[in-house]
């Protein structure tokens, strides 16, 4: 199973503090405990590390995903065609036509019951755009781009004295 499978991930990971790798992995395991025949994909990007969870190995049939931004460690959890999915009690993030997200501080607030709610319904979403069922694979980690050029965020100048 591709749960085990983190050599990549926690290589991608290591510029990032400690807590925010505990929290990722963390929402990282969530995930994988629900759909366990799901792939991973992997994008090591310039401004963020992103990988979502997609019955194939094509982005655009991606149900969830959790980026950290490079320049200031928000973890978003995501739902990349969360605009089609319902969201009751409005906690999702993001007025554009397609992705929807909540930022995760710690994982004692994150929302779980509702989260998995909205899992649900993204995945059954996720699986309706799937037009060629030979395109479903099962489990597997897939890293889909690495970017030689990260973003780094940069630190304060210190403030002179008079």
Request: aromatic share 12%; no cysteine.
């Amino acid at each position: 199973m591709s749960k085990e499978q983190t050599g990549d991930l926690l290589k991608f990971l290591k510029p990032f503090s400690a807590n925010t790798q505990k929290i990722v992995l963390q929402l990282r395991e969530f995930v994988w405990d629900l759909y366990p025949k799901a792939n991973e994909l992997i994008y090591d990007n310039y401004n963020a590390l992103a990988f979502g969870w997609s019955p194939t190995d094509r982005v655009g049939h991606i149900f969830a995903n959790i980026a950290v931004g490079r320049t200031n460690s928000n973890i978003h959890f995501g739902f990349y065609w969360g605009a089609q999915i319902a969201d009751p009690k409005k906690i999702l993030l993001g007025n554009g036509n397609q992705y929807r997200y909540i930022l995760v501080s710690d994982i004692e607030t994150f929302p779980k019951t509702y989260i998995k709610k909205l899992l649900k319904d993204a995945f059954a979403n996720s699986l309706a755009k799937v037009k060629d069922q030979k395109q479903i694979m099962n489990g597997l980690t897939i890293t889909k781009s690495i970017s030689k050029v990260k973003r780094t965020l940069k630190p304060k100048a210190a403030k002179k004295k008079k």
